[in-house]
């Protein structure tokens, strides 16, 4: 009897033990995640563990995209990040009381489909864009803050780096708004070095276009050019300054120069 009871512990022990292991796991450690893809080149920057997600699908811009699974090392390795909507920790969170939404689409989402709430609801949030612009004229934007859109409800998303309730308080008092908030991997301080030093690059390596990406957390740099080869140079030429490549986003652009 005291032989089973111990054979009892040691497997309640491993029980335990993996329990706690797989409770440790990242977010989107699981073996297989989804992202968008051609039959050429990965269509998003980011890669999904709820397939129904379609977070930055905006960013599909070529056509025959379809949606793959594969694991996320490979997802990675093809520099997409994790969805800060379905494969983070911390999910999508809005300051205030946001009304009952009856919409197939989030709020938060970019605003595609404009299911904007009524004028008085909106007015009751507040205005975070326009605080936004009256913060930077006091002062830079916190090192946490990585950009803000309108999103579907009329409201406004924003990114912010190590998010936390507490801080997303204190920015509501600071902005005296109420707004949607993301998680996002690069602060607008960091993207826009990088931003500053891409413009440098117009005309090599076939690059016409720049631009800050603001749901993707990335700088998107346009390139006539989107071979294997020539992308492993521009992400080089990057890397040699101290960006990295999953802050970047190459697309195959149009001929002319354009930034945005």
Not at 148 to 165: A, I, K
Request: hydrophobic residues 35%; proline residues 5%; charged residues 20%.
């Amino acid at each position: 009897m005291r032989v089973v009871s111990e054979v009892k512990k040691l497997l309640a022990f491993v029980l335990c033990l993996v329990t706690l292991l797989a409770c440790a796991l990242p977010v989107g450690a699981e073996s297989y995640v989804y992202v968008r893809h051609t039959e050429k080149y990965w269509a998003e920057p980011y890669y999904h563990r709820n397939p129904a997600c379609a977070f930055s699908a905006e960013l599909d811009m070529c056509e025959s995209v379809k949606l793959i699974k594969c694991s996320a090392a490979t997802a990675q390795k093809n520099n997409c990040r994790p969805c800060p909507i379905c494969a983070y920790s911390f999910k999508p969170m809005f300051t205030g009381s946001f009304p009952k939404w009856k919409y197939k689409t989030p709020a938060y989402y970019l605003g595609g489909e404009r299911h904007w709430l009524s004028a008085s609801k909106l007015n009751k949030f507040g205005n975070a864009a326009r605080m936004i612009e009256q913060w930077r004229e006091k002062r830079s934007p916190s090192d946490y803050y990585a950009g803000v859109y309108r999103n579907d409800s009329g409201t406004y998303t924003l990114l912010m780096t190590h998010p936390l309730s507490s801080r997303a308080n204190g920015w509501k008092r600071a902005l005296k708004s109420d707004f949607w908030v993301i998680e996002a991997k690069y602060s607008e301080k960091q993207l826009n070095k990088l931003y500053a030093y891409a413009q440098k690059l117009m005309g090599k390596y076939k690059i016409n276009s720049i631009g800050m990406d603001v749901t993707a957390n990335r700088v998107a740099v346009g390139t006539s050019d989107n071979s294997t080869a020539n992308m492993k140079k521009i992400y080089a030429a990057l890397k040699a300054k101290g960006f990295p490549q999953d802050a970047v986003w190459i697309y195959k652009s149009q001929p002319g120069s354009t930034e945005f």
